[in-house]
Each structure stands twice: as C-alpha cells, then as structure tokens.
T-cell receptor, first 115, second 113 residues
Framework: ETGVTQSPTHLIKTRGQQVTLRCSSQSGHNTVSWYQQALGQGPQFIFQ???????GRGNFPPRFSGLQFPNYSSELNVNALELDDSALYLCASSLVVSTMNTEAFFGQGTRLTVV | AQTVTQSQPEMSVQEAETVTLSCTYD???????LFWYKQPPSRQMILVIR??????QNATENRFSVNFQKAAKSFSLKISDSQLGDTAMYFCAFTSGTYKYIFGTGTRLKVLA
C-alpha cells in the first residue's frame, strides 16, 4: 500500500457525459500528478498540481481539467467524454522540495470505460 | 524531446533464474532520475528501484539491480532468483526533476514454475 487512494475503482460512462475522478495523496506530499494509461501502453502524463496550482500539462485537450485542494487531495474532471477516453487513470503523489524530486507513489487507479 | 524505449514487449524466465529487462532513453539533460516500476494485475504501480543520474554507482535493492550506462543512455533491470510474484508489467520511467514522468511502453514478464 502506498497511501494514495483513488475513487471509484471502476466507472462506466456514456459518450458525451462528464466524469470526476478523485485522489487522496499520501500524507505529507504536496504534489499530485495524473496519468492516463491506455490498454497495453505506458502511462501518459496529463497534468501536475503543486500547492493547488497547475504546474505543467501534457498533450491533453482542455476538456481534461483538475483541482488540488488545501489538504492536497485532487480531482480529475473530463468533459464531453469520448470513446478513446476509456483507460486506467492513475494518480501519483510526491513531495517536492525546491528542485529535489522524490519518487512518485501511485494509487491503484480508476478504470474508466466510455460506451 | 525526452523519450523512453523498452524494446522487449514480453519476456519469460524460469523460477530462480536471472532475467534482464532493457531500457534506453533520450535526453539532453545532465541531471535526472530513472526508475523501474512494477505493475501487477492489481494495477498499482510499485517502485522497484531508483537511480540518480549523478551517481555512478548502480542502484541495488535486494534481488533487483540496475546497469546504468549514462553515456549510452541505457538503464537495464536485472532480477536475480526470480520468483512467481515477480510476474507483472515492468515500466522504465524518466524524470528530469520535479516535473512529469515519462514512461516506456512496458515489458510483460512472466515467471514460470
């Protein structure tokens, strides 16, 4: 167990709908990142939040958005769902101090299926 | 652009034997970190081993060790005394600091009884 929890574990949505995925970071961590992992692929970076501000974004459209709360929990929102959004969504938390990086601890993921 | 390449989609090894998983990467950065993550069917990404680029000594964690060749941009993982519980997807990952991780496409490892 890494201390990073995600909810729900599985979700089925219809094309065009909106979805919110949640992540609770490991205690003491100030940074959360979200990744999309399509079947048979490696995780792809969506965005990162540091102290409630977006700190970087991957090659994903604006309909992918996020929030980080003062307790360092986080949400990933996806609007206007498309079939290709079907994937495992992973949340990763880490402690960032100045330029020092620590390893990312991952949650167990949310499996999103868009039909 | 920074990239990570894992050229072995699948590998198998007999229990108690040794196996090496390959990873190459491309970056113009001088300071960075490399990781091997294990993803079993439970889906949780578990850190196996970490290497800081400024350290010349190869990292080891019990049965897991790496061969880090900075000039060649190569970062292979050796698993000794393979166990059935090592069966999983293995991902090589790179980060140049506090920012995103870049993952390879993974190697599916099967340990045979």
């Amino acid at each position: 167990e890494t201390g990073v929890t995600q909810s729900p574990t599985h979700l089925i949505k219809t094309r065009g709908q909106q979805v919110t995925l949640r992540c609770s970071s490991q205690s003491g961590h100030n940074t959360v990142s979200w990744y999309q992992q399509a079947l048979g692929q490696g995780p792809q970076f969506i965005f990162q939040y540091y102290r409630e501000e977006e700190n970087g974004r991957g090659n994903f459209p604006p309909r992918f958005s996020g929030l980080q709360f003062p307790n360092y929990s986080s949400e990933l929102n996806v609007n206007a769902l498309e079939l290709d959004d079907s994937a495992l969504y992973l949340c990763a938390s880490s402690l960032v101090v100045s330029t020092m990086n620590t390893e990312a601890f991952f949650g167990q993921g949310t499996r999103l299926t868009v039909v | 652009a920074q990239t990570v390449t894992q050229s072995q989609p699948e590998m198998s090894v007999q229990e108690a034997e040794t196996v090496t998983l390959s990873c190459t990467y491309d970056t113009s950065e001088n300071n960075y970190y490399l990781f091997w993550y294990k993803q079993p069917p439970s889906r949780q990404m578990i850190l196996v081993i970490r290497q800081e680029a400024y350290k010349q000594q190869n990292a080891t964690e019990n049965r897991f060790s790496v061969n880090f060749q900075k000039a060649a941009k190569s970062f292979s993982l050796k698993i000794s005394d393979s166990q059935l519980g090592d069966t999983a997807m293995y991902f090589c990952a790179f980060t140049s600091g506090t920012y995103k991780y870049i993952f390879g496409t993974g190697t599916r490892l099967k340990v045979l009884a």
